[in-house]
C-alpha cells in the first residue's frame, strides 16, 4: 500500500524538467499547423509556434527547426519573454495565410508534412526536442496540432492534441497564444498525464 502510494504521489505532479533531458529546453516547440484549409493554400497556411517556457528571455538568434527532408528554416535576432510565443510561418499575407500574424516568414520552400518529423535545434546546433508523428496522432484537417503542457515531453503522441478554438478565417489553432487544449493539472486529465509521463 506504501508503494502505491508513493507512485501516485510521484505522478501527481510533473517532474522537473531538469531531470528529463526531453524536456530540458529553455525554447521548445508547442503548436504546429500541417493541414490548413482556410488558406488560400495549404502551403501557405502552414506555422510554427515556439514558446518560452524558461524564466529567463531567450535570443533566438541561431535557434532552427527541421523538417523530415532536412529542409531548415534560421531563425534571426529576437528576444522572446518568459512565457511568450512565437510563431513561424510561411506567408505573412493575412489573407491568403488563413488569417494569422507570424513574428518570422520563412516561405514556402520549408513544408510540414501531416506524417513526419521537426526537430528543434538550438544555437549550438544541438537537438533540444525531436517530434517524430505518424497517423496516429491528432493532427486533422483545419486543426492545429497543440501541445497539452509544454512541459511535457514532445516525443509521444499523449503529449498532444487537435485545437478545439478557431482563429482568423475559420481554422482551429492558436497562434501566438495559450493553447486551446492546455491544462496544468493532474486532475484534469489523469489518463493523459500518466501516459505523458510514464512510457
Same mark, same amino acid.
Given at each position: ?7 501516485? %504521489? ?7 524538467? /531538469? ?11 508547442? =503548436? ?7 488558406? +488560400?493554400?495549404? %502551403?501557405? /497556411? ?19 527547426? =527541421? ?25 505573412? *499575407? ?21 506524417? /513526419?518529423?521537426?526537430?528543434?535545434? *538550438? ?37 498532444? %492534441? ?10 482551429? /489553432? ?12 493532474? +486532475? =484534469? ?11
Amino acid at each position: 500500500m506504501g508503494a502505491c502510494l508513493l507512485i501516485l %504521489a510521484s505522478l501527481a505532479f510533473p517532474p522537473d524538467p /531538469g531531470d528529463d533531458p526531453l524536456v530540458n529546453t529553455q525554447v521548445v516547440v508547442n =503548436e504546429f499547423m500541417a493541414t490548413p484549409s482556410a488558406s +488560400a493554400s495549404e %502551403a501557405e /497556411g502552414e506555422w510554427i509556434e515556439l514558446y518560452n517556457r524558461s524564466d529567463d528571455w531567450v535570443n533566438l538568434s541561431g535557434w532552427r527547426v =527541421e523538417n523530415q527532408s532536412g529542409a531548415s528554416v534560421v531563425l534571426g535576432s529576437y528576444l522572446l519573454p518568459p512565457g511568450g510565443y512565437y510563431v513561424l510561418g510561411t506567408s505573412s *499575407n493575412y489573407s491568403r495565410n488563413g488569417g494569422y500574424e507570424p513574428d518570422f516568414v520563412y516561405g514556402t520552400s520549408f513544408r510540414i508534412s501531416s506524417t /513526419g518529423m521537426l526537430r528543434l535545434l *538550438n544555437p549550438l546546433y544541438q537537438t533540444a526536442e525531436t517530434i517524430d508523428y505518424d497517423s496516429t496522432w491528432p493532427i486533422a484537417t483545419s486543426r492545429s496540432c497543440e501541445r497539452i503542457n509544454p512541459g511535457w515531453i514532445c516525443s509521444i503522441s499523449a503529449s498532444w %492534441a487537435s485545437a478545439i478554438d478557431s482563429f482568423g478565417q475559420g481554422d482551429l /489553432g492558436t497562434p501566438g497564444e495559450v493553447n486551446s487544449v492546455f491544462q496544468n493539472s493532474f +486532475a =484534469e486529465n489523469t489518463w493523459a498525464f500518466i501516459k505523458a509521463f510514464v512510457q
